[in-house]
């Protein structure tokens, strides 16, 4: 005799009945695409990540933005807080791109056609993209802007002094 499955304590919850709607709904009987591997969900989201590579601008500039910073941050020799600060903002700027494109192509194929809101859509979701952007800037500017000048110094005098 197999004995009866006692429900855990987030069963036993009471929860409000649009919450309960949500727990209840399993995604695989709604996807056409669902993974059981982890080794296939990294597959798809490396096929992802070249996918915008490949067909997005503005991620092949941030790429190289990206490798920059590393080179720069590795010649100023930063601190693991200063590291830190730029990993996090540098992945936040990457996530922005990534989910303005998620954003776009979702609404191009619910709205073939242009919609004031669907335009909307688009438009917020670039927005958020330039404002993490916006802030990288800002930020990278504060964390490698005193050390770079402090190490280029002596190249500017230099430089100047030589100029008619």
Same mark, same amino acid.
């Given at each position: 005799?197999?004995?009866?499955?006692?429900?855990?304590?987030?069963?036993?919850?009471?929860?409000?009945?649009?919450?309960?709607?949500?727990?209840?709904?399993?995604?695989?009987?709604?996807?056409?695409?669902?993974?059981?591997?982890?080794?296939?969900?990294?597959?798809?989201? =490396?096929?992802?990540?070249?996918?915008?590579?490949?067909?997005?601008?503005?991620?092949?500039?941030?790429?190289?933005?990206?490798?920059?910073?590393?080179?720069?941050?590795?010649?100023?020799?930063?601190?693991?807080?200063?590291?830190?600060?730029?990993?996090?903002?540098?992945?936040?700027?990457?996530?922005?791109?990534?989910?303005?494109?998620?954003?776009?192509?979702?609404?191009?194929?619910?709205?073939?056609?242009?919609?004031?809101?669907?335009?909307?859509?688009?438009?917020?979701?670039?927005?958020?993209?330039?404002?993490?952007?916006?802030?990288?800037?800002?930020?990278?500017?504060?964390? =490698?802007?005193?050390? =770079?000048?402090?190490?280029?110094?002596?190249?500017?005098?230099?430089?100047?002094?030589?100029?008619?």
């Amino acid at each position: 005799m197999i004995p009866e499955k006692r429900p855990g304590w987030f069963s036993r919850l009471s929860f409000h009945p649009d919450v309960k709607a949500t727990l209840s709904t399993n995604p695989d009987g709604y996807s056409p695409i669902t993974s059981k591997s982890r080794i296939a969900s990294f597959r798809y989201a =490396l096929a992802g990540w070249l996918f915008m590579l490949r067909y997005q601008k503005n991620v092949r500039i941030q790429a190289a933005a990206s490798i920059l910073v590393f080179a720069v941050g590795l010649w100023l020799t930063l601190t693991p807080v200063e590291w830190a600060i730029l990993i996090l903002i540098i992945t936040i700027n990457w996530m922005t791109e990534f989910l303005n494109a998620a954003v776009e192509a979702v609404v191009n194929l619910a709205s073939p056609t242009i919609h004031p809101m669907a335009r909307v859509a688009k438009d917020v979701a670039a927005a958020a993209t330039l404002l993490a952007a916006v802030a990288a800037a800002i930020i990278g500017g504060l964390i =490698l802007g005193p050390p =770079l000048l402090e190490r280029l110094a002596p190249l500017i005098a230099r430089a100047l002094r030589l100029a008619p």
